[in-house]
């Protein structure tokens, strides 16, 4: 039996969470629940898997999140949350050996260099996410020094072969609309902008230890192929599953035991799959060749790409800036100063909100 709490247990990865969890309530019992406010979802998953300690981050802020992660009772902590929130709790359940599922982005772009020296053991830090998984388990088995590059796939979000001049009138309505995965409106307007893959490529170079070289995307529509491992040999593994987040999450659960994620899950049709890549277009698409510049400098920029990143979605959807312009607007925003590196967890955490500050100012003063 595992112990597990969850954090973000209401938002779409949290739902796909605690779908395992209920599947296999001889395996897994649910000690604690954190969302973002005291939602009628979180009190019915707290009835349905009779959890007595819920902390609903309006009420209890950081705090809920540290005692979730240094609760004695629970020994696997998800952490299915978005942001920056999670990163001290994060940090917690590492330096108290729990095992930790992450699919919290944000945590490592932000802060690997802080987080990633507290993973204690192997496997104690599970990636979640359904192509940082699949390297994950392509992984295992082999040595690193034979790891030549890795490739996340991404299925090219809804507007994969629109024009330039086509993406310039697209909606927030429009965007919100992913052809594959069902997500909340950040990342599925991140997944439009291919911004969600880059930010993905430079979490996977902290999280894997690999040089910005060695990480690198391909477009795979329909998203049957999540993540490929090319080794010095020429030789290349890759991982393919039905684009379905119970996957990663048992993997993450049970490992190295496989079971299966919910009652109703089928093998997949492989027939219906045609599998085949392409490589993201940066002209269409900058933010994949933002990113990867972000990966080169590392210090200060990646915490300032998601602030950045963050304003100028927020933005978009308020319909201030056109979809075009996300991009953009993260990359005026990084070349607005030289960003110092931080010293400090706090201080990385606070360039997220500065890159924020200035990307809001850079639109504010175009419109004044």
Request: hydrophobic letters at 45%; proline letters at 5%.
């Amino acid at each position: 039996m595992i112990n597990v709490g969850v954090i973000g247990a209401t938002g779409s990865v949290g739902s796909s969470v605690m779908s395992v969890c209920g599947s296999w309530p001889e395996k897994i019992r649910v000690k604690a629940l954190a969302a973002n406010k005291r939602s009628e979802k979180l009190l019915q998953l707290a009835e349905k898997f009779s959890v007595r300690k819920i902390y609903p981050y309006e009420e209890y802020g950081d705090e809920g999140l540290e005692l979730i992660a240094s609760d004695p009772e629970i020994e696997h902590v998800v952490f299915a949350s978005s942001g920056t929130a999670a990163i001290k709790a994060l940090c917690t359940a590492l330096k108290a050996g729990k095992t930790v599922s992450l699919a919290n982005k944000e945590s490592i772009v932000v802060a690997g260099r802080w987080v990633m020296p507290l993973v204690k053991f192997p496997d104690q830090l599970r990636p979640l996410d359904s192509e940082h998984n699949a390297i994950w388990q392509c992984l295992h088995g082999e040595g690193k020094e034979f790891v030549r590059k890795i490739y996340l796939t991404a299925s090219g979000g809804p507007f994969r072969e629109f024009t330039s001049e086509e993406l310039k009138s697209v909606t927030p309505e429009m965007a919100l609309r992913h052809p594959v995965w069902d997500m909340g409106a950040k990342i599925t307007i991140d997944s439009a902008t291919l911004m969600n893959k880059g930010i993905e490529l430079i979490e996977a170079m902290y999280l894997f230890s690999l040089e910005a070289g060695q990480v690198d995307a391909l477009v795979s529509p329909g998203s049957f192929v999540h993540g490929l491992v090319e080794f010095e040999d020429g030789s290349v593994k890759m991982l393919a599953a039905e684009p379905d987040m119970k996957l990663p999450t048992a993997s993450c659960l049970f490992w190295p035991e496989r079971h299966f994620p919910s009652p109703e899950f089928r093998r997949p049709s492989y027939s219906v799959h045609d599998v085949r890549f392409e490589e993201p277009d940066a002209v269409r698409f900058p933010a994949m060749r933002i990113a990867r510049e972000v990966m080169r400098l590392k210090g200060a920029y990646p915490a300032v790409l998601v602030g950045a990143d963050e304003a100028a979605v927020s933005m978009f959807l308020e319909g201030r800036i056109g979809f075009a312009e996300i991009a953009g607007v993260v990359e005026e925003t990084l070349s607005a100063r030289e960003w110092q590196s931080p010293a400090s967890l706090e201080e990385a955490v606070g360039l997220v909100e500065a890159g924020r500050r200035v990307a809001l100012g850079l639109v504010g003063k175009a419109e004044g």
